[in-house]
């Protein structure tokens, strides 16, 4: 297995919007006029946050590549054809397990308040207020694994730094958030 250690810089804020399961726990025993009060309340809990750290998952950063290599139509230098693309090659490529993914400290995180309809349509509907977890300046060190070793550093610089200018990582990518830039990748060796 190849191993890449990569650092990513923010050039945009991340935003989060997790709906974890305690969270929905606590919604369906409201009443539709304590909704607005609880997302002013509780909206930290949308973060993901480990040891004090706001974590990046790591389906975030696959989702990045796998949209990337769609995006670019790549063509891997194995290919026996031009039809085929980094797409389901991307599969192959783990985030190493076991250390969360900090995008910074949890304490830095700040409200983005956002009043949307209530029907999931611009002009229609009442209006509903949607508090999400903000990290203004952040960036992130980890590690991904080839487990088929076929990708060459250059073309993972290359989908890395597309996905990063294009694609994004969290949510409201729709608006721009989740940007970021590649620092640094360095293959650190493989392991059998």
């Not at 203004?136 to 550093?153: G, P, Q, S, Y």
């Not at 969290?170 to 989740?178: A, E, M, P, S």
């Amino acid at each position: 297995m190849k191993k890449y250690e990569i650092e990513i810089k923010g050039i945009t804020p991340l935003v989060w919007n997790r709906q974890k399961m305690e969270l929905r726990n606590i919604i369906k025993g409201l009443k539709k006029d304590q909704l607005e009060e609880n997302e002013l309340k509780n909206w930290k809990m949308k973060a993901e946050t480990n040891n004090g750290d706001a974590i990046i998952p790591p389906e975030w950063i696959i989702g990045c590549l796998v949209n990337s290599a769609k995006e670019t139509r790549m063509i891997p230098h194995f290919a026996t054809s031009k039809n085929q693309t980094y797409t389901k090659y991307i599969s192959n490529i783990k985030v190493s397990p076991g250390k969360p993914i900090s995008a910074g400290k949890a304490d830095d995180l700040k409200r983005k308040d956002a009043m949307l309809s209530s029907q999931g349509k611009s002009k229609m509907g009442g209006k509903v207020l949607r508090c999400h977890p903000i990290l203004e300046n952040w960036n992130a060190k980890f590690e991904l694994v080839d487990t088929v070793e076929r990708m060459k550093k250059d073309e993972l610089q290359e989908l890395l730094s597309w996905g990063g200018m294009a694609v994004g990582i969290g949510d409201q990518r729709i608006f721009n958030f989740g940007r970021f830039e590649v620092v640094n990748i360095k293959e650190v060796g493989k392991n059998a």
